[in-house]
């Protein structure tokens, strides 16, 4: 079946630690983004690609980064300086670039911190 | 610069009742809008959006939104509440303007008492 698979579905971050978040998808899709989700908050957009190599920052950038080596995936890396990072996180890809293509999102990550 | 308004966090409705989840937008250009659901521990999958054309959008599932300009509004409503409509439900907002990007409301949590 296609679609979008993230992995881990929980994740545990040490003070400190820099832990990745997984993203693939097999439906030949140009364009990935990453989003946060907060209780009560909505999606916040961190990250998107809309090509190989390529990736804008989205409203919440700071603390985090990502590669777009392959079309398939595009890996999240929360790093020690996100000093917040407990929340649920969610990869969505599209088929096109423009703002309103459909989305098609992944299960998502919660991430918490010990 | 867009926004997207969805009044309060909860909406209870009995089984068999209607729905109905209220989204107002702010847009300088000529919307799209979109109605998303995420089920717990789910990724968001779209309900409908709206683009151009019939104001008045069918979904999936039964969920329907109408488009009125003049109330800068796109409520989502289903004559009949089933079960398996208990969910989060979030309104998003683009446009083809300049630097658009998807804009996502805070959310409303649907529960459907039997």
């Known amino acids: 079946d296609g679609g979008i698979t993230q992995s881990p579905k929980y994740l545990f971050r040490k003070e400190g630690q820099n832990v990745t978040l997984s993203c693939e998808q097999n439906l030949n899709h140009d364009a990935m983004y990453w989003y946060r989700q907060d209780p009560g908050q909505g999606l916040r957009l961190i990250y998107y690609s809309q090509i190989v190599n390529d990736f804008q920052k989205g409203d919440i950038a700071e603390g985090y980064s990502v590669s777009r080596e392959k079309k398939e995936s595009f890996p999240l890396t929360v790093t020690s300086a996100q000093k917040n990072p407990t929340a649920f996180y969610l990869c969505a890809s599209s088929i096109g670039t423009t703002t309103n293509e459909k989305l098609f999102f992944g299960s998502g990550t919660q991430l918490s911190v010990l | 610069a867009q926004s997207v308004t969805q009044l309060g966090s909860h909406v209870s409705v009995s089984e068999g009742a209607l729905v109905l989840l209220r989204c107002n937008y702010s847009s300088s250009v000529p919307p799209y809008l979109f109605w998303y659901v995420q089920y717990p521990n789910q990724g968001l999958q779209l309900l409908l959006k709206?683009?151009?054309?019939?104001?008045l959008v069918k979904g999936i599932n039964g969920f329907e939104a109408e488009f009125k300009k003049s109330e800068t509004s796109f409520h989502l409503t289903k004559p009949s509440a089933h079960m398996s409509d208990a969910a989060e439900y979030f309104c998003a907002v683009t446009s083809t303007g300049a630097n658009s990007k998807l804009t996502f409301g805070k959310g409303i949590t649907l529960s459907v008492r039997p």
């Open positions: 709206y683009t151009t054309g019939a104001t």
